[in-house]
Nanobody
Framework: QVQLVESGGGLVQTGDSLRLSCAASGLTFSRYGMGWFRQGPGKSREFVAGITWNGGSTVYADSVKGRFTISRDNAKNTVYLQMNSLKPDDTAIYFC?????????????????????WGRGTQVTVSS
């Protein structure tokens, strides 16, 4: 049974930092590209960041570029999202997702339909 479990969310103030983690089990982690998505109140789910199976390529939404960093540790079956300079607009439930891919490119990482597994999410709230 595949499980993706997010952690690290919380309530922070504008300008603060948070590091989200997503621990994967039940799959061969190194065969999967990973993505982070978020869904704010009253909004649809949106892409945040993606990373290929070996960490060789990353891709970011324009709204987080320069502030967020995605990384992974295949030995620990974990993907991370370091979030700096947080803003109230970053308030959302953050989900990690896994897509079976060893392709080098990231051009489909923003498409929710290309992911095979999803976590249940972790809440991030940024107060002004």
């Amino acid at each position: 049974q595949v499980q993706l479990v997010e952690s690290g969310g919380g309530l922070v103030q504008t300008g603060d930092s948070l590091r989200l983690s997503c621990a994967a089990s039940g799959l061969t982690f190194s065969r999967y590209g990973m993505g982070w998505f978020r869904q704010g109140p009253g909004k649809s789910r949106e892409f945040v960041a993606g990373i290929t199976w070996n960490g060789g390529s990353t891709v970011y939404a324009d709204s987080v570029k320069g502030r967020f960093t995605i990384s992974r540790d295949n030995a620990k079956n974990t993907v991370y999202l370091q979030m700096n300079s947080l803003k109230p607009d970053d308030t959302a439930i953050y989900f990690c997702a896994a897509k079976y891919s060893r392709a080098p490119g990231t051009n489909t990482y923003n498409d929710t339909n290309t992911y095979n597994y999803w976590g249940r999410g972790t809440q991030v709230t940024v107060s002004s």
